[in-house]
């Protein structure tokens, strides 16, 4: 086995700028995508989500973001659902598409300095020459040069059409791309003319360790600004073990390897609980018929240092301010360029409570400590730290969530804070920082309104469905081709994507949050454009499938049904508590006996990737 670490300082810790000053500060950053995580935020009334958007981005308010990474969509599941593509099909392209633009915009006129970067999970079937309706790609590398111009034009159109300067973009999540996919979307990127800075595969996960860089950090370029000390991915489970993760990743993440930057996956959890990996984000906007949304405690763990330490800063060297506590935990000093300015993070967040979704977190012991500081050097003239103050041992329901604390005299250069379990401070000379308050009250949650009527005449083109989730395919507004000027929401994607992981199946999207009861009547009209089978799931357990070949089943029930291509169908599904009718067409087909599961959602399905639309879509109480 390796060796033990060895024991770290028992204090007082000097902090100092003598020795040299350490790395480059390059940010918090934090992901909307990687399963198109912010959808449901769109769909909010604009003021309340102006007021999610404060507490996300803008300065000494809430999370105060220094660095955004957004999904370049791909049209399939990159975990949680699927974020549209700005090529669905070899000559198509629209630059409004989504929500991903809208964010960026939102990000930039809260702070201008927000850095922005762009990462593809998934990629659109056309890609691959192989790939039909029924086929899924498997090389979205087949010719390099047209993927890296695929990547292009979502770069060249942030700036022309949104006016949007995407200072990095990556190469393919969690994944190799091919070296010669590398080379063309350099050379591509580098004769557009753009400052676009393309990066290689960053490592995600990779936890923290017990023992101080042995170099001091000292063997890297101070000033790097290539990605290359970021960790790209972090983050945990729920909101108050996801707090302890980050705060003890952002801190240590230096202390141990050098890392400047740390992303958290992901920055809102706007979609529906039932997805995976709920409420992982910052904050949950996930109810847009009441408006009602939470701001988690990782956002004031995260605030911590984003509020304090703005991109530029340089940390103090190793032993200087940077380090681990004797009785566990650690603290780190950044500084700011004309060394005025200075923010010290203490955090002692315990092993068995702060574990991230995966990554080292070996076996340490945390006590309570009473942490000298000595202020040596330029810090010797500093007269007063301010001290901001969070406990996160109950994560959203702490009383003590990002609290501003008297400030503390610094007496012959030294200055003296309790830190216990679960603790987080940050004392700096700064005199900003702050709490925000949102301009609207926070709205309480309320049932889902029924009944409830949904034409989609009153929606953007191009936009996905109000209250619909797209985990497969592209489900967006678009126009009616049978009736000019009624809108529908419409299945674009005509190839199968080459997907990323978690779900690869035919177009889905979803209606809703598990909030829908028996004695209900779901009610739609739909047309496919070419053969193909319709699933709806609903109640849990069961299914209705209508088929173009002119079948239909119901649960257990199945028989004809005239269900042609490029006709419009009415279709009515009567849900009881013991049984379920179907009515298509006006036509009553079936009965199917059997209860499903009360508190569910909808679940819309194609069998392959072709156009279809709904319209007309309702609930209606029986």
């Known amino acids: 086995p390796p060796p033990p670490p060895p024991p770290p300082p028992t204090g007082p810790y000097v902090i100092d700028d003598a020795p040299g000053l350490g790395l480059r500060w390059e940010g ?82 809260r702070n201008p300095d927000i850095k922005l970067y762009g990462l593809p ?6 890609l691959d020459p192989s790939a039909t309706p029924d086929k899924p790609a498997k090389n979205a590398f087949s010719n390099a040069t047209v993927t890296a111009n695929y990547t292009l034009a979502w770069l060249l159109a942030a700036k022309r059409v949104h006016g949007l300067d995407i200072d990095y973009v990556g190469q393919w999540n969690e994944r190799d791309a091919p ?49 290359s000390r970021w960790v790209d991915e972090e983050g945990s489970v729920a909101d108050g073990r996801s707090a302890r993760c980050l705060a003890r990743c952002v801190s240590r993440n230096y202390v141990s390897d050098c890392h400047t930057a740390t992303f958290q996956w992901h920055l809102i959890s706007s979609f529906y609980d039932y997805l995976p990996w709920k409420r992982c984000g910052v904050a949950v906007a996930n109810r847009p018929w009441d408006n009602s949304y939470e701001i988690t405690s990782p956002t004031w763990a995260l605030a911590h240092t984003s ?35 200075i923010s010290i993070v203490l955090e002692k967040m315990t092993h068995e409570n702060s574990a991230c979704a995966r990554g080292s977190n070996p076996i340490y012991e945390t006590k309570p400590e009473q942490v000298t500081l000595i202020l040596n050097g330029t810090f010797k003239t500093i007269s007063k730290l301010n001290v901001w103050y969070s406990n996160l041992t109950e994560g959203n329901a702490s009383p003590q969530l ?47 309104p029924l009944p409830y ?7 953007t083109l191009s936009a996905p469905g109000r209250l619909f989730y797209d985990q497969m395919g592209a489900w967006q507004i678009d126009n009616d081709a049978t009736n000019p000027g009624n809108k ?70 199945n028989g004809d049904a005239s269900f042609g291509k490029n006709q419009w169908h009415k279709v009515s599904l009567l849900w009881q508590a013991d049984s379920s009718s179907l009515v298509l067409d006006g036509k009553n087909l079936a009965t199917d006996k059997g209860s499903g599961k009360d508190g569910t959602s909808l679940k819309f399905t194609l069998s392959r990737y072709i156009f279809a639309a709904l319209d007309n879509f309702s609930l209606t109480p029986m």
């Open 28 to 109: 918090v950053g934090a992901i909307s995508g990687g399963g198109a995580t912010t959808k449901l935020l769109l769909d909010y009334d604009p003021a309340i989500a102006s007021d999610i958007l404060d507490f996300l981005f803008k300065p000494n308010f809430g999370l105060n973001l220094q660095m955004l990474k957004v999904e370049i969509g791909g049209d399939a599941d990159a975990t949680e659902g699927a974020e549209p593509s700005h090529m669905h099909y070899n000559g198509d392209e629209d630059y409004n598409r989504g929500y991903e633009w809208w964010l960026m915009k939102e990000a930039r006129a």
């Open 121 to 126: 999970w998934a990629w659109p079937g056309w």
């Open 179 to 227: 070296s010669e996919y590398a080379s063309a979307l350099r050379l591509a990127v580098n004769q557009s003319g753009l400052k676009t800075f393309v990066l290689n595969r960053l490592p995600h996960y990779p936890g923290t360790h017990l023992s101080p860089d042995s170099e001091g950090c000292r063997q890297y370029q101070w000033n790097t600004t290539d990605g």
């Open 307 to 341: 509020q304090f330490a703005p991109v530029g800063w340089r940390y103090t060297s190793h032993g200087a301010g940077v380090g681990f506590l004797s009785k566990g935990g650690s603290y780190v000093t950044r500084v700011s360029e004309d060394r005025k300015d």
């Open 402 to 448: 990002f609290v501003k604390m008297p400030a503390l005299d610094v007496v012959n250069g030294r200055v003296t804070v309790q830190v216990n379990p679960e603790d987080l401070y940050t004392l700096t000379t700064l005199e900003t920082g702050g709490k925000g308050t949102p301009q609207k009250p926070m709205p309480v949650q309320k049932p889902f």
């Open 453 to 459: 009527t949904q034409t989609f005449d009153d929606e």
């Open 488 to 557: 529908v929401l419409r299945q674009v994607v005509p190839q199968y994507p080459n997907c990323w992981g978690y779900s690869c199946a035919g177009p889905t999207t979803y209606f809703g949050a598990n909030f829908l009861n028996a004695s209900l009547n779901i009610s739609f009209a739909v047309r496919l454009e070419d053969d193909g089978v319709l699933d709806l799931e609903y109640a849990g357990n069961k299914k209705l499938s209508l088929d173009t070949a002119g079948k239909f089943q119901l649960g257990n029930t």
